[in-house]
């Protein structure tokens, strides 16, 4: 079975749209519960304030306090969870889930694409991410919402849950 941690991480990768080596540098000094955000001293585009959503702040609150590191990579461990073990893992859940086709990085880019299709912008979206250049986000722009498609599928919409209750 997979490493309860890695579930965590996961999660929380799905949520915060982290590359996976953010995840496993987040570290209890760096959070900060009143503002929602965990400060990474490092990254691929260097310091990093990671915004959470309730849903990751959540999972955060669960998580057990042993040592700096908030995903250890082993319940009494000083160390931080690494991207060997949460890539073994993660071959684990793809082959007892069918996901064959899906990376762990896919994860960065569902986010992503959520946000893109929930109408924030393409600067948000990429400040959300820890993206150095703009043109880095760009790639999230075909799913950029067309305004009136989204007027006419929220008319018929109302307009068939009308017709539904017999009007």
């Not at 996976?20 to 987040?26: Q, W």
């Not at 995903?71 to 893992?89: C, G, I, R, T």
Request: charge should be positive; proline fraction near 4%.
């Amino acid at each position: 079975s997979w490493h309860k941690t890695s579930i965590a991480a996961f999660r929380l990768l799905l949520l915060t749209g982290c590359r996976s080596s953010e995840v496993c540098a987040f570290r209890w000094d760096g959070l900060n519960m009143d503002f929602g955000t965990i400060r990474l001293a490092d990254s691929k585009t260097g310091a990093k304030t990671v915004h959470l959503g309730q849903a990751a702040l959540e999972i955060v609150k669960r998580l057990p306090k042993v040592g700096a590191w908030m995903l250890p990579s082993k319940p009494d461990d000083q160390k931080p969870l690494n991207n060997f073990s949460l890539n073994n893992d993660w071959h684990k859940i793809q082959e007892a889930l069918g996901l064959q086709d899906v990376r762990i990085h896919d994860l960065r880019h569902t986010f992503a694409s959520w946000a893109v299709m929930g109408g924030q912008s393409l600067p948000v979206t990429g400040a959300l991410l820890g993206h150095a250049t703009p043109q880095t986000t760009n790639r999230y722009a075909h799913f950029a919402s067309n305004p009136l498609r989204e007027a006419a599928n929220m008319v018929c919409g109302e307009i068939a849950r009308a017709m539904g209750r017999g009007a």
